[in-house]
């Protein structure tokens, strides 16, 4: 919706003029463009009828069910998404060729694309660790999970139900990232939603980015290679470095497999990570040094809960 009210204003529309808060529409001329979400439920997708049907990143917001729902009560239809994962998509276009028109395109296609998004793409070219990246955002085709080292996850509602913690990881040119975190170790599911992505920060904004999801007694288990970082954070929140003598990275890994992820919808640069993070040496329990700084912060999480006798037990996995 922040998208599309830019581009009202950019031809010269008071948003204000056109939007209907209440029924999140815009009436512009004779037509009206409404933004809805489904969230997997198939009865919300059996609604009113439309002329345009635009989905958005269709394969990670909804199911064959409700996009046969939509598309019944729908004339002409846009599915859009990054072909990460084969899916329901890849189903209907093979059962109904006829039906479908596939446009497509890459980031090269998109004239309003950042510099500084353009060599962030362009830098996993030509790198066999980072294949499938490239492979999906690169290329624009199909890629696959098989590679990845936390392959099990899903999108599903956070468990509130749970003790929480955040997980943090300091970056300077790369993220700081910072995820709240719960663990049913009953059941062996890590819940995850991402609370902050953004490379650049002081030490006093990212205090204030932590400050809008944090309260003082929050938890937050971070990445103790930033000693200093942490002393100054401690004036403000409850902030611990993770142990690292419960285990390597990898030992830790072999732990979280065993367990099913579950993140949130807006967890979109979690999505990414959980994609693309595989090994750089799977025999010798390398990970590749990308695509893991939401999923250090899960990890800095898991360690700081989990008994450092279970991870250490996964040692000889590795050997």
Not at 173 to 192: E, F, S
Not at 219 to 234: H, Q, S
Not at 248 to 259: H, P, R
């Amino acid at each position: 919706m922040r998208s599309w009210e830019q581009i009202l204003e950019s031809r010269g529309f008071n948003v204000a003029d056109l939007r209907n808060k209440t029924e999140n529409t815009y009436q512009v001329g004779e037509s009206v463009v409404e933004f809805f979400g489904i969230e997997g439920n198939l009865p919300r997708a059996q609604g009113t009828r439309r002329d345009v049907l635009f989905i958005n990143e269709c394969n990670r917001n909804i199911t064959g069910d409700v996009y046969k729902s939509l598309a019944d009560r729908s004339g002409l239809v846009f599915l859009d998404y990054n072909p990460w994962l084969a899916g329901w998509v890849q189903d209907l276009m093979k059962n109904f060729p006829d039906t479908f028109e596939l446009i497509h395109s890459t980031y090269k296609d998109n004239p309003f694309l950042s510099d500084i998004e353009r060599r962030e793409i362009e830098k996993y070219r030509d790198k066999p660790e980072y294949e499938n990246y490239w492979r999906v955002y690169g290329l624009g085709e199909l890629g696959s999970l098989a590679g990845a080292i936390l392959p099990n996850w899903t999108y599903g509602e956070f468990d509130t139900s749970l003790p929480v913690a955040y997980g943090l990881d300091f970056g300077f040119r790369d993220q700081d990232a910072m995820v709240k975190v719960a663990l049913d170790t009953k059941r062996q599911i890590i819940y995850g939603d991402e609370k902050i992505f953004k490379s650049g920060n002081s030490t006093d904004q990212l205090r204030q980015l932590i400050a809008f999801h944090c309260s003082a007694k929050d938890l937050i288990v971070a990445d103790c290679a930033n000693p200093r970082t942490i002393d100054e954070l401690k004036r403000y929140f409850n902030i611990k470095p993770v142990s690292k003598g419960k285990g390597s990275v990898a030992e830790t890994l072999k732990v979280m497999q065993d367990y099913r992820i579950v993140i949130t919808e807006d967890s979109r640069n979690l999505e990414k990570e959980l994609n693309n993070y595989c090994w750089h040496d799977k025999r010798s329990g390398i990970p590749i040094d990308a695509f893991n700084h939401l999923i250090d912060g899960i990890r800095y999480v898991f360690m700081h809960f989990v008994s450092a006798r279970q991870i250490s037990h996964q040692r000889w996995y590795l050997r």
